[in-house]
């Protein structure tokens, strides 16, 4: 299917079909996690079978979930299972290749995401790219389909949304973003004690690698862009997970006058990981992205390309600086 299936196209495939694999892209982030776990949860309040299947696993700042105990790494063998959901993954590949194999005995793939670069690779697919996050578009789901919303589900959606809206700050936020969120506080949401868990309860290494990262920022000339990298010899010397700089790519957003900012990640198979995050649509950085195999959002996107780091660095940094010259600031 090229067009978005409705709710209750969707909601018709949940009731008939008793098992489900629920799976999300590697590196996993909060909207990621949160939305497996939300998903996975409600489907189970109404007795279905569910596994929650992650290529790399649980991140470990993302272990304090209800819940996130049933993230599991892909089994050998592939799981028996009628249904496969993909959430929050803009390109199928980006599921991981043994996370493909543990979910290729399914017979109907549903995809639900926001990246605007989702070619709706499912059976059944619904991809808003004006959604600030999947875990908004599941609540809008569960809510449609009048599922259950366990105290799983409901701090679940919470952390997805709260995470990729950088703690409701980033433009894509919606007035529907916040009375979702009203309505899981009166649903019970404790969510002072949520924040504390997502926002101010870092591992004291991720703070020596902001030190590193602070030693390598740059800025263009004219101030519009900065970036910083970081090199592999640095993960292994600070003995880095993956996580670990999840989100820190706002503090070179933050500067004033920068309207691009980048992150450039040296990986151990020799890649470049390409993170970047714009303040203005007129510098499209998932177009940019796509220029290298990558995408995401206008305003945060990817790419993963081959190295060595400096030859990447120059090629991204070019393109950048051609979209920001013909955004005429």
């Known amino acids: ?3 978005n299936s409705t709710f209750d196209q969707i909601g018709d495939l949940l009731r008939r079909h008793q098992s489900f694999v629920i799976l999300s892209h590697v590196r996993p982030d909060g909207d990621a996690i949160g939305s497996q776990i939300a998903l996975g949860f409600a489907l189970e309040a109404v007795g279905k079978s569910v596994r929650l299947i992650n290529e790399d696993g649980l991140p470990d700042n993302l272990a304090f979930m209800a819940g996130s105990d049933r993230i599991e790494t892909p089994p050998a063998d592939p799981v ?20 493909l194999h543990a ?10 995401d926001h990246h605007v670069s989702n070619p709706r690779y499912g059976d059944f697919n619904y991809i808003d790219s004006t959604s600030p996050a999947t875990g908004q578009i599941l609540y809008e789901l569960i809510t449609a389909l009048d599922l259950p919303c366990p105290a799983e589900t409901r701090d679940a959606i919470y952390v997805a949304v709260s995470t990729d809206t950088g703690s409701f700050q980033y433009p894509s936020t919606t007035a ?12 019970g949401l404790d969510v002072g004690k949520i924040n504390e868990l997502i926002y101010d309860n870092h591992p004291f290494r991720r703070v020596e690698l902001m030190r590193a990262l602070l030693n390598t920022l740059e800025r263009s ?16 010397d600070l003995e880095l997970r993956p996580e670990d700089s999840e989100g820190l790519i706002d503090i070179v957003r933050a500067i004033r006058g920068v309207q691009v900012a ?5 990986l151990p198979d020799g890649k470049i990981r390409v993170s970047m995050r714009s303040k203005d649509r007129r510098v499209d950085v998932c177009k940019i992205g796509q220029e290298f195999g990558g995408g995401g959002h206008a305003l945060a996107a990817g790419i993963r390309m081959k190295g060595p ?3 990447a660095k120059a090629l991204v940094l070019a393109a950048i600086d051609r979209s920001v010259k013909a955004a005429n600031f």
């Open 1 to 3: 299917m090229s067009e």
């Open 80 to 99: 028996d299972c009628e249904v496969v959901i993909a959430l929050d993954t803009a390109t199928k590949p980006r599921l991981g290749d043994a996370a």
């Open 103 to 112: 979910a290729s005995a399914g017979k109907v793939w549903i995809n639900i």
């Open 176 to 187: 529907k973003t916040y009375e979702m969120a009203a309505e899981l506080i009166k649903r």
């Open 221 to 236: 000339a004219d101030g519009r862009v900065a970036w910083w990298q970081m090199l592999d010899q640095t993960r292994v």
């Open 262 to 266: 980048v992150f450039f990640e040296e």
């Open 309 to 311: 780091l400096e030859e």
